[in-house]
């Protein structure tokens, strides 16, 4: 993933754990979905070094 996803991944969750405390849903939604991409950008990269 590299250090620049590992950052963005640090940052989705720091989000995550502010807009519990704060109750902001937009940011809980948005990081939600950020941690999501990353994910399925890490699957399809899987899938493809695999069918190297």
Do not use: H, N, P, W
């Not at 940052?11 to 809980?28: P, R, V």
């Not at 939604?29 to 069918?51: F, N």
């Amino acid at each position: 993933m590299g250090i620049r996803g590992t950052i963005i991944l640090i940052a989705a969750l720091l989000t995550i754990i502010s807009s519990i405390f704060t109750g902001d849903y937009s940011g809980f939604r948005q990081a939600i979905g950020v941690i999501v991409l990353i994910c399925i950008i890490i699957a399809v990269s899987a899938v493809l070094k695999r069918d190297e």
